[in-house]
């Protein structure tokens, strides 16, 4: 797996042999082409971060910072080593965060441009929790949208203080863009 454009342009990710889907280069790339291909400035946040190829993603393509938050420790070990072998002085800040997601976003205080939301897809009462905890504590600015990836056979719940602006399914993948009502 590689980064697709930006500073990290075809710079490889380690990963490791465990139960995780990270998201296809093919489907990154035409996330990132839907939301202007730039993150000059932004702060963005990769929820279920698994190997942060969102996060790092957006980090090669000009974010200001990008926090990544995982749950399961074989993954944020080697998440921190991408990123200690990719750091440069062009690139913003990160941090990884070793938490369940929705117990992390009910304290977090910060808020983000950019929300990626991966999460395992067996897992299907997510979706809602991701979402009301993103807004229960207005972690997404008042401007940005969160992206979700979920299998493309997941019925999507109405969520009514939540915005579908754009769907689209890749393979067996499915991606919704959200902006908060």
């Known amino acids: 797996m590689r980064i697709t454009s930006g500073i990290l342009k075809n710079r490889r990710l380690k990963t490791l042999e465990a139960e995780f889907r990270p998201t296809k280069e093919s489907v990154r790339e035409a996330i990132f082409s839907s939301l202007g291909g730039s993150c000059d400035g932004l702060h963005v946040l990769d929820l279920y971060a698994g ?16 926090s990544f938050v995982e749950k399961q420790k074989i993954l944020i070990d080697q998440l921190s080593q991408n990123i200690q072998v990719m750091r440069n002085d062009s690139l913003g800040t990160t941090d990884v965060i070793f938490a369940d997601v929705c117990a992390w976003l009910k304290k977090n205080i910060t808020s983000y441009d950019i929300i990626f939301a991966d999460p395992p897809y067996n897992e299907e009462d997510t979706f809602i929790n991701t979402l009301d905890a993103i807004e229960q504590n207005s ?17 999507i719940p109405l969520v009514k203080s939540w915005n579908i ?12 863009m959200l902006k908060r009502i």
Do not use: F, M, P
Request: charged residues 25%.
């Open 51 to 66: 190997t942060g190829s969102l996060g790092l993603e957006a980090w090669s393509r000009g974010a200001k910072h990008v």
């Open 139 to 155: 972690s997404l600015s008042s401007t940005g949208c969160v992206v979700y990836e979920l299998r493309y056979t997941q019925n």
């Open 165 to 176: 602006i754009k769907e689209k399914r890749y393979g067996k993948t499915k991606i919704l």
